[in-house]
Antibody, heavy 124, light 107 residues
Framework: QLQLQESGPGLVKPSETLSLTCTVS??????????WGWVRQPPGKGLEWIGT???????YYSPSLKTRVTIFVDTSNNQFSLELYSVTAADTAVYYC????????????????WGQGTLVTVSS | AIQMTQSPSSLSASVGDRVTITCRAS??????LGWYQQKPGKAPKLLIY???NLQSGVPSRFRGSGSGTDFTLIITSLQPEDFATYYC?????????FGQGTKVEVK
């Protein structure tokens, strides 16, 4: 059974970098059949896409965040990670990692597996 | 980015009711849309992909339809475990964008 687990600090200071890792178990992050993504949800609000990465390392970022975000993959540890720079209180959210089925070219489907999410609070 | 407008934002219903939630895209997205259920403190759960395909393990009372710009999620007979918030998500182009959510509450 595939499982995704987010990990990282629950508290980050303003202007610093938010760093999270998603560990994939029960499946290989190197599979050509899937992409991997990050989504966030501020408390009491809706869902926002952050970015998507393939195991090759090719990453795609939401335009609203692309100047502050990097997603990278560590195939040797079956993990992928998120870094969000220069955070503010507006970045306080539950951060989810997810798996997206890939159907070739620029074709992919909505995420079918999600991690449980981790709350990151930005505060001094 | 494609805007997804979901309606209603909330509704009250009783067990056994038929519930309809709609999602409208700001441009045509073929059938590149999914529906999710989210309960408090939990990750979203995929119900429907490609507009009308039931995800494995999801009860058949959940039905999705639509194409182009207009999509519908129907719960044919609401069960106690279905009280939750529902989101649509377009995967037609990047970035994927969510509707704002529909909260289904007890009447």
């Amino acid at each position: 059974q595939l499982q995704l687990q987010e990990s990282g600090p629950g508290l980050v200071k303003p202007s610093e970098t938010l760093s999270l890792t998603c560990t994939v178990s029960g499946g290989s992050i190197s599979s050509n059949n899937y992409l991997w993504g990050w989504v966030r949800q501020p408390p009491g609000k809706g869902l926002e896409w952050i970015g998507t990465i393939f195991h090759s390392g090719n990453a795609y970022y939401s335009p609203s965040l692309k100047t502050r975000v990097t997603i990278f993959v560590d195939t040797s540890n079956n993990q992928f990670s998120l870094e969000l720079y220069s955070v503010t209180a507006a970045d306080t959210a539950v951060y989810y990692c997810a798996r997206l089925p890939y159907c070739g070219g620029d074709c992919y489907r909505v995420p079918d597996y999600w991690g449980q999410g981790t709350l990151v609070t930005v505060s001094s | 980015a494609i805007q997804m407008t979901q309606s209603p934002s909330s509704l009250s219903a009783s067990v056994g009711d038929r519930v309809t939630i709609t999602c409208r895209a700001s441009q045509g997205i073929r059938v590149d849309l999914g529906w999710y259920q989210q309960k408090p403190g939990k990750a979203p759960k995929l119900l429907i992909y490609a507009a009308s395909n039931l995800q494995s393990g999801v009860p058949s009372r959940f039905r999705g339809s639509g194409s182009g710009t207009d999509f519908t999620l129907i719960i044919t007979s609401l069960q106690p475990e279905d009280f939750a918030t529902y989101y649509c998500l377009q995967d037609y182009n990047f970035p994927p964008t969510f509707g704002q959510g529909t909260k289904v509450e007890v009447k």
